[in-house]
C-alpha cells in the first residue's frame, strides 16, 4: 500500500481538516513569491479548490449541529430531518 502526499489526494476526497493544511501551505507558498508564474496559478487554482473544500464540509457540520434536538432540559434527543427545500 503506498501513501499519498496531500497534493496526490483528490480534494472532495480530503477530511476538513487535511484540506485546511494544505491550504495553509498554498498560502506560505504563495505569500513567500518564490514560486515561478505558471506554478502559482497552479496553486491558485488548488488553494480555491481547497477553500471550497472547506467551506462545503462546514456548512455540512453546521447543518449537523442545527439538526440536533433537545429535550425540556436541553439534552439531545436525536435529530430532526434536515429541510432539503
Not at 508564474?37 to 479548490?49: C, H, N
Amino acid at each position: 500500500m503506498t501513501t499519498q502526499t496531500p497534493a496526490q489526494i483528490p480534494v472532495e476526497e480530503m477530511s476538513f481538516e487535511l484540506a485546511m493544511r494544505e491550504l495553509e501551505g498554498v498560502v506560505d507558498q504563495l505569500e513567500r513569491g518564490d514560486v515561478a508564474l505558471d506554478a502559482s496559478i497552479a496553486l491558485y487554482e488548488r488553494g480555491a479548490a481547497l477553500k471550497k473544500r472547506c467551506e462545503d464540509e462546514l456548512k455540512r457540520a453546521e447543518e449537523k449541529v442545527a439538526a440536533i434536538t433537545l429535550d425540556a432540559n436541553g439534552a439531545a434527543t436525536g435529530t430532526a430531518p434536515l429541510d432539503a427545500g
